[in-house]
């Protein structure tokens, strides 16, 4: 049972469930799984130990009212909720047998499909918020294999909103991930080394989360683990540079009405024409630090909250990219991400490239690498980016604080043209 | 909580699971947040035989007025998902009785206390803690199932997340370390504090690593995520579904230097990955999964284990890699050998088994010299690094992992100055 709350405690409640649903179809087999409730209830206390009792189920006795004063709804066009199982379940099989056989070095497909639709109500003293949101993900693989190599390529769409967010996958977006796997296969090691190198927006999105996206979660400048905390209104990368956060984004995949402290979303440019201009913060890093709140997320009910990224990506430019390729005797262009890493107190950069192409003379070889890290001082990576194309794009992701506090984001914009060590 | 309820279907299990958890979290030294948690679970897996094929789905129950329609609801997603027949395990199971950590929860004080300690241990290692989360949770673990098997168990897990500092300002550097333990006295031990203290100490005036390809050695801490490639390629479930070529009997490691032998062993007492049995009521058991380098049998699931004509394996457990003969000394002789502390982070590629990761810290051993080193990057591939290695004698157990304490892989690709 829920511990008595006294008048002097601070009056905080935050009740969230989830319900959703997972088919998965690899080679032959075909799952279908309802995902776990998460049904719970957090009580807060405030005054210099924050104490949160976190309960199982949906306590509502501890609500002011018996409805919310502002409520928020992100459905979709198609909520999920109005697509039955059936046919969900013929979309995933559909889309499997199309990818199935599509060349003959593809030994296994998987696709996977998982929707959450997920009720949060936050109650203080000061406002009233409720909101239901659907996250929807498709992930199709196609793994391959030449008789030595065994490599993969995936398609991805999420985003928040309802069924049609995944629907319209194309024949031609299928052939494309195909060719690129069977590609991969036929990828080399990449001499080490400093490379002027195109960004897909892919990898500028994950450059943006682990260089400026993690670097300004604003826990970390009370505890002294962020360079950026001492640096604020100072340059850290060219003019071309504006990296945002928005969790206002329509249909992000990292979206939210409020945060999980019940602070209403809004964006903040993190870095703005090469200036470090703002962190991130949850309520509580708000209150020490005197800033706006509103990124503050959870796991889940059994989690804490911390200030964490939504929708993380750099603000595009005008140049093509033929234009940003063509501005390259030698290099590569990243194409597709395996992993990134944080280091927010050194401002280190680490991500992982899965494969990229060779780029000589201003032009695409077809010589493609694989497996790179990708690493540099954020600074000066970001001082040496000199093209910022018109495009845009958005990768959902899972993001973690370390290795725990998972929460869906999404990280992007144009594609880029930088200077980075490979290797 | 829910055993009233039979669900709708041919073959059933039910695995529920309560939990109460204590959550502290310090920053700079001060304790500023606490959590204590409950959780409750309860997972019904249904199969649903139609016309000679089985369908599976999961439903997750809340103990409301709302389970029948989700059980209903799972019934009808079963019939959609029909794959060919196979039966959970018939006739009665002995389910080995494994300690599964501390008798009892910790209070708050206790664990308040044993963060304390920590911080003064580090203060006399020389650094300082600029955050530390400590996760205390006791879970019960109920198991009921349509072929008459049931078991109930308790366990204990403890988790923590610690930064450990040096040096201030644009000179200050960290580590992180994200221990696991079923027992707290296991979580954070005293030589396992020492190394990462001494290594954020010497991260200050660390150098680039040389490029080239040349003798890496990685700890326990490294070595279990390169042996999640191998957790993947004896799966039975991924042989299933194409995703792997092997078969039994044939070499997945050209060991040309000391042999490696992989076990799953859910049977080790307080570790982590422990358990009696899993949602598949299989007994745990110990049982190898390659033996110098040859692939000796996958682990699988009733239903992975009928289609490929296995047995079932119940729980994986720990992963463990069998000892060799050589000792520290022996293993970072003839150098130039660079030994990894810690990388930033490391995520072999699971089918292809490539990997790159970038050195978080530590040293080059050359000419008797223990040089600190940190950034740069080493890569290769798993199945290559593993034919030409040697491995020590002395054996830690971190996470799901229990092998050597160190491997010395012959020949890596170093990327640095």
Same mark, same amino acid.
């Given at each position: 049972m829920p511990s008595e709350r006294t008048d002097a405690d601070a009056r905080w409640v935050s009740m969230s469930r989830s319900s959703g649903l997972q088919i998965h179809a690899s080679g032959p087999n075909i799952d279908v799984t309802q995902l776990p409730p998460g049904e719970g209830t957090v009580l807060r206390r405030g005054g210099n130990l924050q104490e949160e009792e976190a309960l199982f189920g949906w306590h509502?006795?501890?609500?002011? &009212?018996? !409805? !919310?004063?502002e409520r928020r709804d992100s459905?979709?066009?198609? #909520?999920?909720?109005?697509?039955p199982l059936r046919e969900k379940v013929e979309f995933v099989r559909a889309l499997q047998a199309k990818l199935t056989g599509r060349d003959p070095r593809i030994v296994q497909t998987d696709v996977l499909y998982r929707e959450v639709t997920e009720q949060r109500r936050i109650a203080t003293d000061r406002f009233d918020r409720e909101s239901r949101l659907s996250r929807v993900l498709l992930f199709a693989v196609a793994v391959v294999h030449d008789g030595g190599r065994t490599d993969m390529n995936r398609l991805v769409r999420a985003g928040s909103g309802g069924f049609e967010v995944v629907s319209g996958v194309s024949d031609a977006e299928l052939d494309a991930m195909v060719e690129e796997a069977v590609r991969v296969l036929g990828a080399e090691s990449i001499e080490p080394g400093s490379y002027r190198v195109v960004t897909h927006p892919e990898v500028s999105g994950v450059i943006a989360h682990e260089a400026f996206g993690h670097g300004v979660e604003m826990d970390l400048f009370l505890s002294g683990r962020a360079r950026a905390g001492r640096y604020m209104g100072t340059r850290v990368g060219s003019d071309l540079v504006t990296i945002v956060d928005d969790p206002?984004?329509? &249909? &992000? =995949? &990292?979206? =939210? #009405?409020?945060d999980d402290d019940g602070t209403p979303a809004a964006p903040h440019d993190i870095v703005s024409g090469g200036i470090l201009t703002q962190g991130l913060s949850d309520a509580e890093v708000a209150s020490a630090l005197g800033a706006s709140g509103g990124n503050g997320r959870r796991q889940d009910y059994t989690r804490k909250v911390y200030p964490r990224m939504s929708n993380t990506f750099f603000r595009p430019g005008g140049v093509s990219v033929e234009e940003l390729i063509r501005g390259v005797d030698r290099g590569v262009y990243l194409r597709q991400v395996s992993s990134g890493m944080e280091d #927010?107190?050194?401002?280190g950069m680490q991500v992982i490239c899965h494969h990229g192409e060779e780029i000589r003379d201003g032009a695409l070889t077809g010589r493609l690498y694989r497996t790179m890290p990708v690493t540099g001082y954020v600074p000066e990576v970001l001082s040496s980016v000199d093209g910022v194309a018109g495009d845009f794009e958005l990768t959902p992701g899972t993001c973690g604080k370390g290795w725990k506090e998972w929460v869906p984001v999404t990280s992007g914009g144009p594609h880029l043209r930088m200077t980075v060590r490979l290797g | 909580m829910r055993r009233a309820i039979t669900p709708p279907a041919d073959e059933w299990v039910l695995l529920e699971e309560e939990g109460n958890a204590h959550q502290l979290y310090w920053r700079k030294g001060s304790l500023h947040a606490v959590r204590d948690v409950t959780s409750r679970s309860a997972r019904a897996e249904l199969y649903c035989d139609q016309g000679g094929q089985r369908g599976a789905a999961t439903a997750h129950l809340a103990g409301d007025e709302h389970d029948g329609q989700r059980l209903s609801d799972a019934r009808l997603a079963a019939e959609l998902a029909l794959n060919p027949a196979y039966r959970l395990p018939q006739g009665a199971a002995d389910y080995p009785a494994i300690a599964l950590g501390d008798e009892a929860l910790p209070s708050r004080d206790a664990l308040e206390s044993w963060g304390s300690a920590l911080h003064r241990a580090a203060a006399e290692a020389g650094v300082h803690l600029s955050t530390l989360e400590v996760f205390a949770e006791r879970q019960h673990h109920q198991l009921e199932a349509s072929n008459g098997r049931s078991h109930a168990w308790d366990a204990v897990h403890y988790a923590a997340d610690v930064i450990l500092s040096c040096g201030e300002g644009d000179a200050a550097v960290e580590l992180r370390l994200s221990p696991t333990s079923r027992r707290l006295q296991d979580l954070l031990r005293a030589d396992r504090l020492a190394t990462a203290a001494q290594a954020v100490r010497d991260r200050g005036g660390a150098a680039l690593p040389p490029s080239g390809a040349m003798p890496v050695i990685l700890p326990a801490a490294e070595l279990q995520y390169l042996i999640l490639v191998l957790r993947a390629h004896t799966s039975a479930e991924l042989r299933y579904t194409g995703a792997l070529q092997k078969q039994i009997g044939d070499a997945l490691i050209d060991c040309q230097g000391d042999p490696l032998t992989l076990r799953m062993n859910p049977l080790i007492p307080h570790a982590v990955a422990s358990r009696p049995t899993d949602g598949s009521t299989v007994p745990a058991a110990a049982r190898t999964l390659i033996e110098g380098g040859v692939l000796r049998a996958f682990h699988a699931t009733p239903q992975f284990a009928a289609y490929l004509d296995l047995p079932p394996t119940g729980p994986l457990g720990t992963l463990e890699v069998s000892a060799g003969t050589s000792n520290y000394d022996d293993l970072t002789a003839q150098g130039p050998v660079l030994e990894v502390v810690s990388f930033s982070s490391n995520m072999p590629d699971p089918l292809s088994g490539d990997f790159a990761a970038e050195i978080k810290m530590g040293y080059l051993h050359q000419g008797g010299r223990k040089i600190p080193i940190a950034q740069g990057s080493v890569s290769g591939n798993v199945f290559t690094a593993l034919g030409h290695c040697r491995m020590s004698r002395e054996t830690e157990l971190v996470d799901g992992y229990l092998g050597p304490r160190w491997i010395r892989f012959q020949a890596l690709q170093v990327a640095g100055g």
């Open positions: 509502p006795q501890w609500l002011p &009212g018996a !409805a !919310a004063t459905l979709g066009e198609q #909520p999920v909720s109005q697509v206002t984004v329509e &249909g &992000g =995949y &990292g979206s =939210y #009405p409020f #927010p107190l050194n401002w | -």
